[in-house]
């Protein structure tokens, strides 16, 4: 079995795709050469978006709850990743690590991040998942070559990526 090698990335912020309004999580690595949009759910989208924020509420929301029962169990989320991209679908693991062992739980990217927000776990993600869901473009401004990724129609992320401006990610910006 070959060994995978990741990317870390951090949530850059929230933005809407103008075709259908659909929340989109981006992910950027560090240096900024790498765009990951994610399209997600709305409920998703929200708690991500509290998370970058920090806004808390008077009840816990879902991604609150997890949190505090792992932290109250003594259940530290070492990190995140991003493991793999079929048909479509980003699939995604928690790692989890309790009394030395570290055990590792499948979920859905959206959920993973916003967990991950909330207990400044690392995120990551798979070399192979950003080769396939990038290509690279040339900024506009610059001239540098920056990977861009994953939309199946690369006229529509195109669309998307040059409708979006500093603004389009409002209050939701990391």
């Not at 409920?43 to 609150?64: C, K, N, Q, V």
Request: aromatic letters at 6%; a negative charge; proline letters at 5%.
């Amino acid at each position: 079995m070959q060994k995978r090698t990741f990317v870390e990335m951090k949530v850059a912020g929230i933005a809407l795709d103008p075709t259908n309004n659909a929340p989109i999580v981006i992910l950027k690595d560090v240096p900024g050469k790498i765009i990951l949009p994610i399209w997600i759910g709305i409920m998703e989208a929200s708690s991500i978006a509290a998370a970058l924020e920090g806004l808390s509420y008077a009840r816990p929301m879902t991604h609150d709850l997890m949190a505090e029962l792992l932290k109250r169990i003594d259940v530290r989320v070492s990190k995140i990743e991003i493991v793999d991209l079929k048909d479509n679908v980003f699939y995604a693991l928690i790692q989890l690590e309790y009394g030395g062992e570290v055990v590792s739980i499948d979920a859905r990217p959206s959920d993973a991040i916003a967990l991950a927000l909330r207990t400044r776990a690392r995120i990551f993600v798979a070399h192979h998942v950003v080769k396939e869901a990038t290509h690279v473009e040339e900024e506009p401004t610059t001239g540098n070559k920056i990977a861009v990724g994953f939309e199946r129609n690369q006229d529509k992320l195109q669309e998307i990526l040059e409708k979006m401006d500093p603004d389009d990610f409002g209050k939701f910006r990391a």
